[in-house]
């Protein structure tokens, strides 16, 4: 958010707590954020990718995603707090939840979503 803020000037950090409270954006972790329907892909690709219930390597669910290292942790750290996913000694398993999308996931981890 702090360069966001250089970038567009202070009221771009209210902009994007109104596009989370909408529930257009959600926080995936401290000055990361995203658009809801590309965590609805996330959990789509995810599911598909693990759907054989075999643990997978962060470095099988980077290929799967197609996105380096820096994006991947916050993205999989964010799919364990909602429960899509568990992390294991080597790698992450499907979690508990079952499939609802950001916007619910987002509202039981206590994010207000309009």
């Known amino acids: 958010m702090d360069e966001l803020a250089q970038q567009f000037g202070p009221d771009s950090v209210s902009?994007?707590?109104?596009?989370?409270?909408q529930g257009r954006i959600i926080q995936v972790a401290p000055d990361?954020?995203?658009?809801?329907?590309a965590l609805d892909r996330l959990e789509s690709v995810l599911r598909s990718a693990m759907a054989d219930g075999k643990e997978k390597s962060p470095s099988e669910l980077r290929d799967a995603?197609?996105?380096?290292?820096?994006?991947l942790i916050p993205l999989l750290e964010y799919a364990d707090r909602t429960g899509l996913t568990q992390r294991r000694a080597t790698g992450r398993v499907l979690g508990?939840?079952?499939p609802t999308?950001?916007?619910?996931?987002?509202?039981?981890?206590?994010i207000r979503l309009s």
Do not use: D, H, I, Q
């Open 32 to 37: 990361r954020y995203y658009a809801t329907p």
């Open 15 to 21: 902009v994007l707590k109104l596009l989370e409270r």
């Open 65 to 71: 995603l197609g996105v380096s290292r820096k994006y």
């Open 96 to 98: 508990p939840r079952t």
């Open 101 to 110: 999308g950001p916007r619910v996931s987002a509202e039981r981890e206590g």
